[in-house]
């Protein structure tokens, strides 16, 4: 409340509203921090709703990126466009599902017209961040919208491959709502291929649960080399014996005639 007295009085002695912080408008930066008092006097004093920053994002992609759904709410019941886009192609959904905020993609999801599967200019929908971040709840939200599972970004990858790559828990889930456990990408790598390749404990976990459901070990990519090829030539110990206690051969040939020895 006293915040919100303060900023009534700069507005009464002529406070431009429409300023910008470090080029993020004001009302962005209310939207953002979750004021609904102070987004309230903002809206209320004739602040732009179309303001953005110098990415292209308005207030509801602050709000939403932030999970303030109250403030979300109140846009959207004033006729803020709920797809809205960055200069990226991103839009308030794909911002609240990297975040994972379920309620927020809850309440986008239920405005009529939203496209769940908007795609920025990588090709990823919300569910490709969602996927990254390892937000289960989300996805399982944004797949009852209608969000595509098997959807490719421009690399050709799926929200599984990325997923596999941050060695998030959501890798079972993925392949249980349909995803092909070896869909290649532009380059013939399968989701194994991108969990193998960080060597992280965590990510060496998702080897091994993909391996559990029947992921192929020795594709090879379009160079003709396999995960292993790869993990050894990087000297990542860990996934070479992790690969390697999993079965996977070492005598696969490359184009080169180079095996991982």
Request: proline residues 2%; neutral net charge; charged residues 15%.
């Given at each position: 409340m006293r915040y919100e007295r303060a900023v009534e009085l700069l507005v009464e002695h002529g406070a431009q509203i429409n300023s910008k912080d470090r080029d993020c408008p004001l009302l962005c930066r209310a939207a953002e921090s979750g004021h609904e008092g102070i987004f309230k006097l903002l809206i209320d004093n004739a602040a732009n709703l179309d303001v953005a920053d110098e990415h292209e994002r308005k207030a509801l992609?602050?709000?939403?990126?932030?999970?303030?759904?109250?403030?979300?709410?109140?846009?959207?019941?004033?006729?803020?466009d709920c797809d809205q886009k960055a200069k990226t192609g991103r839009t308030p959904l794909s911002y609240a599902a990297q975040n994972g905020?379920?309620?927020?993609?809850?309440?986008?999801?239920?405005?009529?017209?939203?496209d769940a599967e908007s795609k920025d200019d990588y090709g990823q929908t919300p569910l490709f961040h969602a996927a990254t971040g390892g937000?289960?709840?989300?996805?399982?939200?944004?797949i009852e919208n209608e969000a595509n599972p098997e959807m490719k970004d421009i690399y050709g990858r799926t929200p599984l491959s990325h997923a596999a790559q941050h060695g998030t828990a959501v890798v079972q889930l993925l392949v249980e709502k349909g995803v092909c456990v070896d869909s290649r990408?532009?380059?013939?790598?399968?989701?194994?291929?991108?969990?193998?390749?960080?060597?992280?404990n965590e990510d060496n976990e998702a080897v091994k649960m993909l391996i559990g459901i029947d992921a192929k070990m020795d594709l090879k990519d379009k160079d003709g080399r396999t995960q292993l090829s790869h993990s050894a030539e990087n000297g990542d110990n860990e996934a070479v014996k992790t690969l390697f206690d999993m079965g996977a051969k070492i005598d696969v040939e490359d184009k080169d005639g180079r095996t991982p020895l």
């Open positions: 992609s602050y709000a939403a990126g932030a999970g303030q759904d109250e403030i979300v709410k109140l846009l959207l019941g004033i006729g803020v905020h379920a309620r927020v993609v809850a309440t986008l999801c239920a405005q009529k017209g939203v937000h289960e709840n989300v996805i399982e939200l944004l990408d532009a380059y013939g790598r399968t989701p194994l291929w991108y969990a193998a390749r960080s060597g992280n």
